[in-house]
């Protein structure tokens, strides 16, 4: 073979070819040389840390002072402005859109208020504000209700213990839990790793046989927010230990067939008096059943983008509905215009909105009816296998209701199960129907107007003006006393109000 020299001389444009080839080489090496240097100076300068953070630092203001892309990026959890067709930031007075609701939860809290969530930032405020967690005089709920809403429950766990944080009174510990879900959350306050503070999750897996350590940075992306976007009980009349339903499976079904099992309910129905199921909000054990889960898609990749400012690559943690920043979320992936994008998501939360409607119809009726067969003398007998349909249906439409995004993160597996949920519905009124035809009752039935959220409310027994009323003297009163006694504590207690 000639030298190349010789090739040259032979055919010099080949010498060009040679040239050029080089120069590209080089060009692309030297793009690959700057990206690491870029990407280790950014991986330094991300991880700077100016002052130490404490263990268990509840603050995130303080969080905020190493990482302020990152924490300024989360004070936008305070934005409210935002209203997609079924969802968003705004706040959703959900009783009043749909009134049956108070009836399916007669007896329960959530007959007297049931709001969508709003931003993180709001966690506090809002299970201090809600009629749900009582007021001076009545304060039903244990700590373990605290546990999902606050940086200082970690710090608070790891203080009294784990076991001794959940027995406690959720009015007791007010004033050591001010601090809105934060950074110390899902952080580890040394290296910034993804980390899990919530003793119910790891517990879940172990009794699977799985070891929270061996999952993958891309699981945790999901993982740090299933610590609290799940299904949940409190185990133990007196223990209220945070227990994750998760030993026969994710699904509604393998769920309803855990509490079955061990004959749990969370409230007896004061209509139907049949034992009831609340389902929390599960929605990673929904998302589990989805495509994006299949596909390997975190809760992360969706709802806190990555994004990039003054050359530095971080994450957004304005957490919040993937349509609101649809460039930086779906279209990573999916290449269709924006419009388009927006309009799969609604065509299939109006289908399963629809289904929902139907579900709770039915089931808020089956409720009424039930109680007209107590009231004309049913027996246990003849009420039991109508009142396990019951139970079973409203906690299938649950299991949809509950979860966030109205299906989407699985919507072939939320119209099954709210198909479930109505077939079961309907099979209790027909059982119901057939009572009253055996016994000579009349029917069908006259069932009351619960047109809005006023005559439900009024219907099942609520006293509402009473009840805002003690909970505003809570508000003005022990609410305060809980503020100052957490200023003199900290030094000072930071404001969650969004400014512009």
Known sequence: MKPISEMIKDKPWLGWVLFLGTAVVVFLLGLLASSIIERRTE??????????????????????????????SYLKTLKM?????????????????????????AGYAFSKDYNQGRGHAYAVQDVRNTLRTGDNVNSPMPATCWTCKSTDVPRMMNQMGTANFYKAKWKDLGAEIVNPIGCQDCHDPKTMNLRITRPALIEAFQRQGKDINSFSRQEMRSLVCAQCHVEYYFKGKEEKYLTFP????????????????????????????????????PDYELFKTGIHAIRGVSCSDCHMPYKSEGGVKFTDHHIQSPLNNVANTCQVCHREETPRLVQDVYDRQDRIEELRRIAEKTIAAAHIEAKIAWDNGATDEQMKPILKLIRHAQWRWDWVAAANGLGFHAPVEALRVLGTAIQKGEQARRELAALFVKQGWKNPVQLPDISTKEKAQKFIGLDMPKLKEAKQEFLNTTAKQWDEEARKRQGYLFEYKFKE
């Open 43 to 72: 991986s330094v300068y991300t991880l700077q840390m100016l002052k130490p953070i404490a263990d268990w630092e509840p603050r995130n203001e303080v969080w905020g002072e190493n990482f302020p892309r990152e924490y300024e």
């Open 81 to 105: 402005d935002f209203a997609s067709k079924h969802g968003g930031s705004k706040m959703i007075d959900y009783l009043e859109k749909y009134p049956e609701l108070v009836v399916l939860w």
């Open 246 to 281: 998760w030993d026969k499976g994710f699904s509604a079904d393998s769920m309803e067939a855990y509490f079955d099992e061990i004959e749990f309910s969370d409230w007896t129905h004061a209509l139907s008096k049949a034992p009831m199921l609340k389902a929390q909000h």
